[in-house]
């Protein structure tokens, strides 16, 4: 198997774990930023405020399966060149 290959699996496999997993990464991502946004906010700067839970988990879905498309493709067209 070549390195380009092998790339283009971890990445597919990425993807699929991002999609997989989407809830807990959204959920602690979403944790830190209301975190910073305390932290901005308490002292005198004031950013938009961070995106409701749904929202990020549906991001973060989107990314994972989008990543994975992406890669397939890829990796279907590397197949089909050889």
């Given at each position: ?15 699929l ?10 959920d602690y991502?979403?944790q ?5 946004d ?6 005198g700067?004031?950013l ?19 990543i994975a498309l992406?890669?397939a493709?890829?990796?279907l067209?590397?197949l089909?060149?050889?």
């Amino acid at each position: 198997m070549s390195v380009e290959m092998v790339q283009m699996v971890a990445g597919l496999l990425l993807g699929l774990a991002i999609a997989l997993f989407h809830r807990r990464i959204a959920d602690y991502m979403l944790q830190q930023e209301r975190a910073l946004d305390y932290l901005f906010r308490a002292r005198g700067v004031r950013l938009p405020p961070p995106p409701s839970e749904s929202t990020t988990r549906n991001i973060y879905f989107v990314l994972g399966i989008v990543i994975a498309l992406l890669q397939a493709g890829r990796l279907l067209l590397l197949l089909r060149g050889m």
